[in-house]
């Protein structure tokens, strides 16, 4: 699929967002017992850095996942995704312009041209220098994506802190291999590339 990416800009930190359909960014997960499905809390394989879980479905909602910390800030809520029970056009176009009435007009477009997959990105930056994204998207065709409206909101500052603190320690974690600096002859690389 052809993607287009269209930057205009951040939007100032006066309206930087913390909260979305009733949990907040920054937040420890212990705090939505009722919200998030603890029973669904998992590491996640891509970004080990990150957990994530299910988040029982409210009124207008049919599904939704938050990620976590695991390492500079264990269980702080960093990124919030939720799947709209409305999965309609009119619906998504609703959202949008309460989105740009609310945050101005979003500074990328990162759908494919045809507008089968919309997608709408708003970036916040706040006093502090915390970046936060905000992703409104509408799928009607594409299938590897969920079908219909959603929104995701991500603390972006943390989330690098979260990788670079993982990272570190996994460093400090690693021995040296045992042939580290050995040369390995054409046979010898030969008989590791090979199944036996």
Same mark, same amino acid.
């Given at each position: 699929?052809? *993607?287009?990416?269209?930057?205009?800009?951040?939007?100032? *930190?006066?309206?930087?967002?913390?909260?979305?359909?009733?949990?907040?960014?920054?937040?420890?997960?212990?705090?939505?017992?009722?919200?998030?499905?603890?029973?669904?809390?998992?590491?996640?394989?891509?970004?080990?850095?990150?957990?994530? +879980?299910?988040?029982?479905?409210?009124?207008?909602?049919?599904?939704?996942?938050?990620?976590? +910390?695991?390492?500079?800030?264990?269980?702080?809520?960093?990124?919030?995704?939720?799947?709209?029970?409305?999965?309609?056009?009119?619906?998504?176009?609703?959202?949008?312009?309460?989105?740009?009435? &609310?945050?101005?007009?979003?500074?990328?477009?990162?759908?494919?041209?045809?507008?089968?997959?919309?997608?709408?990105? *708003?970036?916040?930056?706040?006093?502090?220098?915390?970046?936060?994204?905000?992703?409104?998207?509408?799928?009607?065709?594409?299938?590897?994506?969920?079908?219909?409206?959603?929104?995701?909101?991500?603390?972006?500052?943390?989330?690098?802190?979260?990788?670079?603190?993982?990272?570190?320690?996994?460093? &400090?974690?690693?021995?040296?291999?045992?042939?580290?600096? &050995?040369?390995?002859?054409?046979?010898?690389?030969?008989?590791?590339?090979?199944?036996?």
């Amino acid at each position: 699929a052809v *993607w287009i990416w269209i930057v205009l800009s951040s939007h100032a *930190w006066a309206q930087f967002p913390l909260h979305l359909g009733g949990l907040t960014l920054g937040e420890d997960i212990s705090e939505y017992g009722e919200l998030v499905r603890m029973d669904t809390c998992r590491e996640m394989s891509r970004t080990p850095y990150l957990a994530e +879980g299910e988040i029982t479905p409210r009124q207008g909602f049919r599904s939704g996942m938050i990620s976590y +910390g695991v390492c500079d800030r264990p269980n702080k809520i960093l990124k919030i995704k939720l799947k709209f029970e409305d999965d309609s056009k009119s619906f998504f176009k609703e959202l949008m312009d309460a989105y740009t009435e &609310k945050f101005g007009p979003p500074g990328e477009y990162k759908g494919d041209p045809f507008q089968t997959m919309v997608i709408w990105k *708003w970036s916040f930056v706040n006093a502090e220098g915390e970046r936060i994204s905000l992703i409104l998207q509408h799928n009607k065709m594409v299938e590897e994506e969920k079908k219909g409206t959603a929104v995701k909101m991500a603390l972006t500052t943390q989330i690098d802190k979260e990788k670079a603190c993982y990272l570190k320690v996994q460093n &400090k974690r690693v021995a040296p291999a045992a042939d580290q600096g &050995k040369t390995l002859s054409n046979k010898e690389m030969w008989d590791l590339f090979i199944p036996r």
